[in-house]
């Protein structure tokens, strides 16, 4: 039953967030703004110095918290992930998929197995690791639980210029999406996730918009895709997260919901600039 009050409070849930270290990328937004709206979170990450600083941020807003390494590619570092949460809090209601891999840009026809291998091996068999591990504590649980999978609009409509293995990774992050959300509905169990466009975390400044071969004309070129007319923010997307994990979303599971500006809603064709402009 939905509280008619504080649906959005998050106080005495558990959530995992990978992907949080403090390098102020979306997942240290989510873990950090969670802890705002009242959760214990989880800070894990393979910067394992990244996810210490994350979890001091989090106590010093009054909750608890742990730091733990964790290459989510790995079933072994997943498990012992799952375990220190185990021990320390003896469960966990919410989980938020974050990482990404993405190989250097190359054409399809060129590119390595191996890069290929990578990319699926973070963004889909991490995904569904840590999927794994929280649905089995979830349903002995037996109070429902919820989760948050980072997608992109990649994984939705084609990006082109070496995003390949990406973004088709991304898509099968759709579909894992909503396949478990139909899975485990009937136990109280939702999954859903956000789909960002292009957004200002610093690795993407330094990639992307810091590289004199790019710059300020890629800026421009992105932002002909975002109606809204800026780039997004990491905190962007914390309130996206904590509806989607909170009791406000109790009847929404298996939704993709862009975070993108307008980038979806935008048809390739169409401008939000007036051809008189
Ligand atoms: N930044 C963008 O413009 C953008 C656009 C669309 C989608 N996304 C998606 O948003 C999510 C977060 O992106 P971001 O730009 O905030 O990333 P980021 O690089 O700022 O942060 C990612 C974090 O994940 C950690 N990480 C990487 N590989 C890991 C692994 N194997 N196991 C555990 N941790 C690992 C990194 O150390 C880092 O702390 C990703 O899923 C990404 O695909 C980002």
């Known amino acids: 039953m939905v509280p008619d009050s504080n649906l959005f409070d998050l106080s005495g849930k558990v959530a995992v967030v990978t992907g949080a270290g ?9 873990a950090v703004g969670f802890a705002r ?45 799952f375990v220190k949460v185990d021990e320390s809090f003896g469960r966990i209601d919410i989980l938020v998929n974050v990482p990404f891999a993405f190989p250097s ?3 399809p026809h060129e590119l390595s197995l191996e890069a290929w291998h990578k ?10 690791l840590c999927s794994q591990q929280a649905l089995r504590r979830m349903l002995k649980q037996g109070t429902g639980g ?27 992050i759709n579909q894992m999406t909503k396949e478990l959300a139909v899975e485990y509905a009937g136990q109280g169990i939702r999954v859903n996730a956000v789909l960002p466009a292009q957004v200002l975390t610093p690795g ?16 421009q070129l992105f932002l002909k895709g975002i109606p809204i007319n800026r780039l997004l923010e990491p905190e962007d997307f914390v309130g996206a997260a904590v509806f989607l994990c909170s009791e406000a979303a109790a009847a929404v599971t298996g939704v993709l919901l862009p975070v993108d500006g307008g980038n979806l809603a935008l048809n390739a064709g169409g401008s939000h600039t007036w051809p008189t402009e």
Do not use: W
């Open 146 to 172: 919820s989760i948050l999978n980072i997608g992109s609009i990649a994984g939705v409509s084609a990006l082109g210029r070496g995003a390949f293995p990406y973004s088709v990774s991304k898509a099968g």
């Open 105 to 107: 840009r190359v054409r």
């Open 204 to 219: 993407f400044r330094k990639q992307l918009l810091e590289d004199p071969r790019f710059g300020e004309k890629l800026r």
């Open 22 to 30: 403090a390098n102020g990328g979306i997942g240290h937004a989510i």
């Open 119 to 128: 990319t699926l091996e973070v963004n889909l068999t991490g995904y569904f």
């Open 37 to 81: 709206y009242g959760a214990d979170v989880i800070a894990a990450d393979i910067d394992e110095a990244g996810a210490k600083t994350t979890a001091e941020e989090i106590q010093a807003l009054g909750r608890r918290t742990l730091a733990v390494y964790c290459d989510i590619s790995k079933p072994e570092d997943v498990e012992n992930l």
